[in-house]
Nanobody, 119 residues
């Protein structure tokens, strides 16, 4: 069973930046698709960024141009760089590993990390 552990969340002021990390064990990220989801209180879970095994990235319109997903194969870690944060980005962020054909299907989930953006 793959294990995913997120870190890097916290409290930041609007306009600030955070970088989330997701360290994986028992699975090789380089040959899998990955995705970051988020869920805010009272809202549906949202897929914000994905990366295919080949390195192609996709972003939700709400974060396009501000967030960037990346992967360090040597560290078996995936990142989510978040810039220009605003209060609407406040949510628990989850790292996932899954499969990607025409859409992304998450398989394994981390426990999440809280991101809070103050105005």
């Amino acid at each position: 069973q793959a294990q995913l552990v997120e870190s890097g969340g916290g409290l930041v002021q609007a306009g600030g930046s955070l970088r989330l990390s997701c360290a994986a064990s028992r699975i090789i990220l380089a040959i899998n698709a990955m995705g970051w989801y988020r869920q805010a209180p009272g809202k549906q879970r949202e897929l914000v960024a994905t990366m295919t095994s080949g390195g192609t990235t996709h972003y939700a319109d709400s974060v396009k141009g501000r967030f960037a997903i990346s992967r360090d194969n040597a560290k078996n870690t995936v990142y989510l760089q978040m810039n220009g944060l605003n209060p609407e980005d406040t949510a628990v962020y989850y790292c996932t590993v899954g499969t990607y054909s025409t859409t992304y299907y998450p398989g394994n989930w981390g426990r999440g990390t809280q991101v809070t953006v103050s105005s």
